[in-house]
Every structure is written in C-alpha cells, then in structure tokens.
C-alpha cells in the first residue's frame, strides 16, 4: 500500500473571524443582545463544505482552498439575522417616510414621532428576540422545547447532547504536539486497553476540542487533571469536549482518555491476526493497519495527515510474544502475572496514519546500513525466507541515501511479515508491514517472484521520504505520495537490480493507468474528497499509476539531471511538513528553465481527468495535428473543451532506434501543424511511450507503420511497438485494422508488444467467451491469437534465468492451456505427474507453476491434491499460485465451496478472497457463480472489506467487467441501485456500469467484422 504541518496560519484564520463579526450598518448583533445564549466566537469556527451540505442542504459554491475546508457556519446564520432584520426595519422605515397627499393632516409632533418608533423598536427586538433565541421556543408555558434551526446546525450527540462541531474535517483550532500511548491487547479475549495523553498547542481561542475517535467505550477522560465529559458523534467518528473558560493561544494543555475496545476484525485499525504453524497449531497476533482513517480505531487522536505530532507508545504484552513499533526499544518493565510492558523511544513528527505497533511471535535476521539497524521479521517457520529481503532493503536504502541526499532519519528499520494482511504493504515509519507473498522468498521462489518482492520493498522504502519526511497535507493529493513512490519504485529498481528487468512491467502498468483513465468515471490525480468513503477511493490506478506515468513524462521533459535537483529541493524545503501539487510544482521550477512554466504545464494533467488522444494527419511535408480528452465513452458524452500541455515526441523511418533522434514539440493548443521532409515515409509519436497520451495515425498512418512492421520488426523499439498495439486497440474504429496490425507478431520475439498483444485479445475472447449465445464465435476466436502464439511451439519448460523471457512464457503457455491447446496442456500435465509421484521434489519452474497447477486442477484428483498443497505449504508464493489453480476449476461445487471458505477465512485466508473471485471470473463456469456469491453476501464482503476500499473495488470489477448484455446491464445497475448507503455511490460501481455499456457497445461495433474475419 502505500499511501500536515501547514496548518492555516493562526493571524489569517483570526483575520478572517473577526471580519465576521464586526458590526455592520443597522444589523442587530444578537451575540450582544441575547442575554440567554450569546454567541462565542468558537462557535462559528469554519467547517467543511461537505458537511454544510450535510447539515443545511446548500447548493455547491465556488470557493477558494481555504473556505472550501472551512467556512462560518455562524456567518450563514448571521446574514439570515441580517436579511430578515433588515426586511422588518424596511417595513418599518417605510410606515413612517411614505408621502402623505398635499391636503392631509399635519404631520405627528417630534415627541410622538420618538415614542412610536421607541415601541415599534422594542415590538421588533422582542419578536427577534423570540424567534432566533438559539436555547428555545418560546409557548405560553415558557420555554418548552429546542430552536430547530441549531438542531440543524449542530448534530446530537450520542447522549443527546448538541455535539459542538458540525464538519466531516476538524477544526484548527488546535494542534497536537505529542501523544503518550499506552496499549494492552489481550490476545485470548481478543480486546484491548488503552491510554492516551494528548498534549495540544491552541492556534486559536477556543472553548472545545474535537477529534477522531472510533467504537471506543470511553472509562474516563481529563483535561488539564480535570474530569470532563466526552461527547461522541458516531456518524462522523469525532468525539469532543467543552471547556467552560476559553483556551489561550499560544498555550499547551493536555487531555487524557482511558478507554477499552475490541480488535478489529476488518484488517485495519489495531486487528488481530492468526495463522497455522507447522506443527499444526494455530497462532495469534496483533498489528495495525492505520491508513488511510484508521488509527482512530486504536486511540483517540487528531487523525488527519496534517496533524503532525511525535509519539511515545508503551504496550504490555504476554512472555511469549515481542511487541515492535515505529522507534527502538527504550527498556522492558517486569510487570508480574507474566505481563511486560515494552517502552520505545520518542518518534519524531509524523501522521497519525503512519503510527504502528505488532505484538507476536517473530524472529528476525539484521544488519547495520549506513548507520540504521535493518531488520527482517517473520513468523517462526519462515525465518529462512527473509534473507532476500534483508539483503535487497540494504542495498536500496544506500541507493535512496545517495540519491535523495538526505540520510533516512531513524536508527531502525523493520520489515514485517504479517500471515494475514490485507493491503500489499504499508509504509509505516521505521516499521514496515508487508504479505508475506510480498517479503519472504524461498529456495523455489522465482526471478518473477524476486521482482515482486523487490517492487513492493522498493515503493515502501521511497515512502519513508515521499510521505512520511513529506506528506501531503489531505488525501485529495495522495498522488503526492503515491504516485512518487510507484515511480520510485521503478527507477530504483532498474538502477539497482537491472537483472530484474522492470522496464517492462513499468511500460504495461501505464498501459493499464491508461485504460482506467479512459473512463468517464475516472477522477484527476488532484480530486476534492471528503467522507471516509471518497478517501478510500483514492487508493486506485489514478493515483498510483498515471502519478508514476506523469513524473515519468515530466522527467523525459525535464532531463534527469533536472529533475533529481527538483526533486531534492522539495524534500529538503519541505522536510517534516505537509504539502500540495503546486508545491512540488515550484521546487522543479526553481531548476528548471526559467522559460518552462512547469506548474502551467502540470496543471492540465492533475486538475482535469483523463488524457489526450493526439489525431495526426499528414499531407505531403505538413502534418496536421489535433488533441482532444480521449474517453472510452459509452454514452457520447466526450469533453471537447479540455487541452493539455503536451510535451509531444516523435521518431520516423530516417533516424528512430536512438533517443537523440528524439523530436520533441510542446503541443498546447488545440491544432498545430509540424513540417517533415518529404522522404519521410512514417512518424511514430510519443517515444518510448514516455509520454502519457495516446495517438491515432489515421488510415494512411497506420498503413505505413503497419507495413514497416512488416518489413522489419526492429524498425522501432520494443517499447514503441506495445505502444502502437496499445493505442490501435484504443483508437481506430475500423477493428479489421487491428487485426492487420496484428500479423506482424509471427515475427515478434520481445516480451513488451507480445504480452500487450494477448492482454488485449485476451480481453476479447474472455468476453465472447461468457456469451452462451457466442459459444461458437468463442471457440473459433483463438484464431486471433495464433499469431501472438507463434512461437509458443519452440518454448522451453525448464529453468530460464532471464526475467523478461520468464514473463513471455508464462503468459504465452498460459493462454495457449487456457485456449486448451494439447501441446501446452500434455506438457503441463507431464510435468504435474512427475512432480506429484516425486512427493514434490521434482522442480517445477516458478514461472509456470500457476499454469502446470491451472491444468491439474482440472481433474478430481488433481484439484484433490492441490488443496492438501495449499494447507501445508510454508512457502507463500507457491501457495498463492496453488490457491489461483484451485480457484480455476470449472467445477461448480468446488467453486462453491472456495468462495465460500475465502469469505468465512476457515481455511483460506480472507484477504485472498479478491484474488479467488478474480480467478473464478475469468472462467466461463463460474463468473455467474461469482456474481451471484457476491449479491448474496454483500453486507458480509463490506464488513470485511470497507466501503471504497481496493479490495471491494477489485470485487465488483471482476463480477462485472465481461458482461456484455442488456440483461446483464440492467440487473448490475438494478442491484447497485438498491444498496443506497451501502455502496450504490462508489465510483467503482460507476466504473462497473460503464464498462458494461462499452462492452455492449463494443459487441454492436465488431462482432460481425470478427465473425467474418475468423
């Protein structure tokens, strides 16, 4: 996984209050004049936009960054007072200045004149009085019941008390500085005890405290040794505390809370966990998982990125198990009874996402690197498998050491893994908690495996830097931190281990960043979010993978050299704080040339959705160009108006294997027309798809690039020719155009255009392939492969040490058993026989072992022996591969049976369920099973996984994605519909939705143009 200090400054926010409350012109100021509930200035503290909606059912406003966090909710009230004020003084005022006709009566004397306007002025104060008095409602009987208008304003408590905070995001008005955390999990009951001492700094006066906290019994709570009464509101996990003498600015105070909880059971907050030792014994632990929101779960805290605080955390534990945390170890204190209490160093400032704690049984293997202690922890059985780790942290920490020219700033650093983790792995400071699949590697682990296990390390060890030395100040800028670390990830990788060769997997996840933001449903890197629901969102291929995509073009903009210095000026600027886009936007510019406006630029790929398609038609030695927001479109509804600065490269036929044939053209505007010389025969745009924007050659451009191809496979780069397979899937309207692009593959051997070439046919035939009333078109379509499957005839089945060819094979072999080609399932089988009559001493290859074991599920004895392999093994990357080939019988009671033990977690853990449910859907036995699992158990899939998060995202895209049907569409959209609350929102179900139209729509356009042409 892997997801401030700039708080708004104290003397603007002051400004912007007392603004509001400076009297106006004959406005009545009812914070003077009702003696009953005066108005304190604390009260009408901003709040965010998406609770006013919430609360007063306001439309959308324009608002600058400021009052989009936080706007006076009193001020709203104030000109409510004003206008109907205001209304009663002008009926007034105009009873005593109308005109009377010439001939009427004289006019009243002064003293009269003073004496009514004296009582129509006290008749006007007493109505006002009455009707806005905030306490009550005034009857015959008195003052009988509450003002429905603060009602509104203010939510009730759980003890129906008005909870003094209306906002989804707390108030500023105080900032923790330092938490004293003291922890007990009971590992039998399953609970835990806990303590907090807050200490806070007051940046505005202020009569209340509010702050995150989640499904806690609170026992008791002080403020500054006082008892004080904790108000919670549930909906928006706050709870708060109202003092009686307003709180100094400048001062530090210090509130404390003793509460009790139980471990949560949803794979965030303080979670226990278990696993099955070797001897057959299950065994528990404890750990965390805080990010995004989830810290609250575990202890009352200010949890929120920009909430920057240090930590001292003390947890009691039990003889048997080690506890860890984000700092080392101070002492051990014999507590009796079989208790020790484990106390760690003072942490430096950070999030409240980025605290964790692990209490378990481990053992570790070490070393010094650059002065920090690195550790690798596993359980037990598997403490052989953290060597690769070990030795992999170490050299990637001396690579970020040198390349960021800042030291990592802790004396330790642990890696954990944890046996049942739901997320990949999360960044937590000084104490990394991973899958194991994505830690441990074994004797039989693969290169694939290793570069796996290298990736995830990689990414989490960049986030000690982007996100946890810097921090983005609110989730609608995660891009910040995970976007950088994705690109991180990828440049370290193939600088430090080039062996692993991660160019190409790198060059397919912008492929897919580009399919997902092709979809109307897509959101910019930079989105505005609030509730816990939109925040999880954010965690998706958009800011992942397009962040990697445009740092990466940015760099290739920029040069290296450039951009690294941008890059370090921003670490170093902002070292300890939190930021925003334009923040890093202006650290590049100051090592830029001062001629390229690069927040200009940035802007249009972070504020706006989607991306460009550049058309490109030539005539003679112009080639015209046209840019337009590319979008899948199902429903016609494409974006003219929006342009992107396009940092726009192009090779041709005259000089295109060197990157200084490199051209390169800023594309601004919506038209521009380049010249050429007349000897060039073709233009391929977009080099090395550094770029992340896709083009479209028009009939007589792709017939040139096509018959080139033809010609000379190596005419372009390897990266190049995936492109142009990607974006001729995207583009072109006419599909017979594709297919003739794809004859050229015969004569493919490199791993990047191959394996985009199966992604998309694949994608094609598992669609026709869940069309009962396509059975036949399905069955023919493999056609379409026979050219991406040349070569899979003179493939080797024993070991290969090269990691790219390693990941042709496995994807060639495994669509060539799929499609159920005998030379590829004989062998397979073969090589399962031997294996299994050898009680498993005979090697199968890593990379094809998923597909050996794919084969052998398929038969009742070889699915038998799968599961016996599964139970036992120690080894987690065979098990995971052991598990998809289970899950890839087209036996519906095995199937049945899976996703039912995958949910319920007895013998297969539940964070594998996304992976069984993804597997199960690519087959034509069991999608609909699937489908039908998931409806069925829905609000059991969002206790286990919350609202919005990846896995759930992953769920409902695996069920949906191949349908294709009318039929199908509606019950999707009819179901989603009916959740409300429960997740008919989520952008995901949108996506769902959408993709459904396009394949429908795709169905419409190609069918018969396939059909023929098979």
């Known amino acids: 996984m892997s997801t401030e200090n700039n708080l708004i400054s104290p003397t603007k926010v002051n400004m912007i209050e007392n603004s509001m409350f400076e009297e106006e012109p004959d406005v009545v100021d009812l914070a003077k004049e009702s003696p009953s509930y005066p108005i304190d200035s604390d009260d009408v503290v901003y709040e965010p936009r998406s609770s006013r909606l919430l609360v007063r059912g306001l439309g959308e406003n324009d608002l600058d960054e400021e009052e989009e966090d936080y706007e006076s909710s009193a001020r709203l009230l104030g000109m409510s007072f004003m206008n109907r004020s205001s209304s009663q003084r002008s009926a007034a005022a105009s009873s005593y200045t109308r005109q009377q006709p010439s001939n009427s009566c004289s006019v009243p004397s002064a003293k009269k004149m003073v004496v009514g306007i004296l009582v129509l002025v006290i008749i006007a104060f007493v109505a006002m009085f009455i009707y806005f008095v905030p306490r009550c409602t005034f009857s015959k009987d008195g003052c009988q019941k509450t003002n429905s208008s603060i009602e509104q304003l203010y939510p009730k408590a759980s003890n129906g008390e008005l909870f003094p905070w209306t906002g989804l995001r707390l108030p500023a008005s105080v900032h923790p500085v330092h938490y004293e955390i003291s922890l007990q999990p009971n590992l039998t009951a399953m609970t835990f005890q806990g303590s907090v001492a807050i200490s806070m700094v007051v940046l505005q006066e202020t009569n209340k405290i509010v702050l995150h906290s989640y499904d806690m019994k609170i026992i008791n709570s002080t403020f500054q040794d006082e008892k004080v009464n904790i108000l919670e509101y549930k909906p928006w996990q706050q709870i708060a505390i109202k003092v009686s003498k307003e709180l100094k600015k400048g001062e530090i105070y210090v509130l404390k809370i003793h509460y009790s909880a139980n471990l949560s059971n949803s794979y965030d907050g303080l979670y226990n966990s278990s696993y099955i030792d070797t001897n057959g014994k299950r065994r528990v632990l404890a750990a965390t998982q805080f990010e995004p929101l989830a810290a609250r779960k575990a202890f009352p805290c200010f949890d929120e990125p920009a909430f920057k605080a240090s930590f001292v955390i003390k947890i009691t534990r039990e003889a048997e198990y080690i506890s860890l945390s984000n700092m080392p170890k101070v002492k051990t204190t014999p507590l009796g009874d079989g208790l020790f209490e484990d106390e760690f160093e003072k942490s430096v400032n950070m999030s409240t996402y980025l605290v964790a704690f692990v209490v378990a049984n481990l053992s570790s293997v070490s070393k010094n690197v650059s002065n920090t202690l690195v550790s690798v922890y596993a359980v037990p059985d598997k403490k052989d498998q953290t060597h690769y780790a070990l030795e992999t942290v170490a050299k990637l920490l001396e690579f970020y050491n040198r390349f960021f020219e800042i030291t990592y700033p802790l004396s330790k650093l642990d890696l954990v893994g944890i046996p049942d983790f739901l997320a990949g792995a999360m960044e937590n400071w000084g104490l990394i908690t991973f899958r194991e699949t994505t830690l441990l590697i074994g004797d039989h682990s693969s290169p694939i495996d290793k570069q796996l296990v290298t990736s995830v390390i990689a990414h989490e060890l960049a986030h000690q830097w982007f996100g946890n030395l810097v921090t983005m100040r609110w989730w609608n800028d995660l891009w910040l931190n995970e976007g950088f670390a994705t690109y991180m990830q990828y440049m370290s990788i193939e600088e430090v281990f080039p062996e692993l060769d991660i160019d190409n997997e790198f060059l397919s996840v912008r492929f897919k960043a580009l399919a997902k933001d092709a979809l109307n449903s897509s959101h910019p890197l930079s989105t505005k979010v609030y509730t816990p629901e939109e925040v999880a969102e954010m965690f998706d291929s958009v800011s992942y993978e397009k962040g990697a995509s445009i740092l990466l073009m940015l760099k290739a903009t920029l040069s290296k050299v450039a951009f690294r210095k941008g890059v370090i000026e921003y670490l170093k600027r902002y070292r300890g704080l939190n930021t925003q886009s334009e923040d890093l936007w202006m650290s590049l510019s100051q090592v830029t040339n001062p001629h390229t406006d690069v927040a200009e630029m940035m802007n249009t790929w972070t504020v706006q959705k989607g991306f460009p398609l550049v058309t490109v038609n030539r005539t003679g030695i112009q080639v015209n160009l046209m840019q337009e927001h590319f979008v899948l479109n199902a429903d016609n509804a494409t974006d003219h108006s929006n342009l992107w600065h396009i940092p726009l490269t192009y090779v041709s036929d005259i000089c295109n294997n060197s990157s200084s044939c490199k051209q390169v053209f800023l594309f601004k505007d919506k038209t521009a027309t380049i010249e050429v010389s007349e000897k060039v025969k073709w233009l391929k745009f977009n080099y090395r798809s550094d770029g992340f924007y896709i083009v479209d050659y028009g009939e007589q451009g792709w017939r040139a690039l096509i018959i080139a191809l033809k010609e000379n496979v190596n005419v372009l780069p390897h990266e190049d020719r995936a492109a142009l397979i990607n974006n001729i899937f995207g583009s072109v309207c006419v599909f017979l155009?594709?297919?003739?692009?794809?004859?050229?593959?015969?004569?493919?051997?490199?791993?990047?255009?191959?394996?985009?070439?199966?992604?998309?046919?694949?994608?094609?035939?598992?669609?026709?392939?869940?069309?009962?009333?396509?059975?036949?078109?399905?069955?023919?379509?493999?056609?379409?492969?026979?050219?991406?499957?040349?070569?899979?005839?003179?493939?080797?089945?024993?070991?290969?040490?090269?990691?790219?060819?390693?990941?042709?094979?496995?994807?060639?072999?495994?669509?060539?058993?799929?499609?159920?080609?005998?030379?590829?399932?004989?062998?397979?089988?073969?090589?399962?026989?031997?294996?299994?009559?050898?009680?498993?001493?005979?090697?199968?290859?890593?990379?094809?072992?998923?597909?050996?074991?794919?084969?052998?599920?398929?038969?009742?004895?070889?699915?038998?022996?799968?599961?016996?392999?599964?139970?036992?093994?120690?080894?987690?990357?065979?098990?995971?591969?052991?598990?998809?080939?289970?899950?890839?019988?087209?036996?519906?009671?095995?199937?049945?049976?899976?996703?039912?033990?995958?949910?319920?977690?007895?013998?297969?853990?539940?964070?594998?369920?996304?992976?069984?449910?993804?597997?199960?859907?690519?087959?034509?036995?069991?999608?609909?099973?699937?489908?039908?699992f998931v409806k069925e158990n829905w609000d059991k899939l969002t206790q286990k996984f919350s609202i919005g998060s990846f896995p759930l995202q992953s769920i409902i895209m695996s069920t949906t994605s191949q349908f294709s049907t009318k039929t199908h569409l509606d019950e999707v959209e009819r179901f989603f519909g009916s959740l409300k609350e429960r997740g008919s929102k989520m952008r995901s179900v949108q996506e769902a939705i959408e993709t459904i139209k396009l394949n429908i729509q795709w169905m419409d356009r190609n069918l018969v143009t396939l059909w023929k042409w098979l």
Request: glycine share 2%; proline share 3%.
């Open 737 to 932: 155009q594709v297919l003739n692009l794809l004859v050229y593959l015969k004569n493919e051997t490199e791993t990047a255009p191959l394996t985009e070439a199966l992604t998309q046919l694949n994608h094609i035939f598992m669609l026709l392939d869940k069309r009962s009333d396509l059975s036949e078109v399905s069955w023919h379509s493999f056609r379409a492969h026979k050219s991406a499957l040349t070569c899979v005839n003179r493939l080797s089945w024993e070991e290969e040490s090269s990691v790219s060819k390693q990941a042709l094979r496995s994807a060639l072999l495994e669509t060539a058993c799929h499609l159920g080609r005998p030379n590829c399932t004989n062998q397979a089988n073969r090589l399962f026989v031997q294996w299994r009559t050898s009680n498993k001493t005979e090697h199968i290859p890593g990379d094809l072992l998923k597909t050996v074991l794919s084969v052998a599920a398929q038969t009742e004895k070889g699915w038998q022996v799968l599961l016996d392999t599964y139970k036992h093994s120690i080894y987690d990357s065979e098990k995971r591969k052991t598990l998809q080939a289970l899950a890839s019988t087209q036996d519906v009671r095995k199937i049945v049976w899976i996703l039912k033990a995958a949910l319920d977690g007895s013998e297969i853990q539940t964070p594998e369920l996304p992976l069984v449910i993804s597997t199960v859907c690519r087959h034509s036995a069991g999608y609909l099973h699937a489908w039908d």
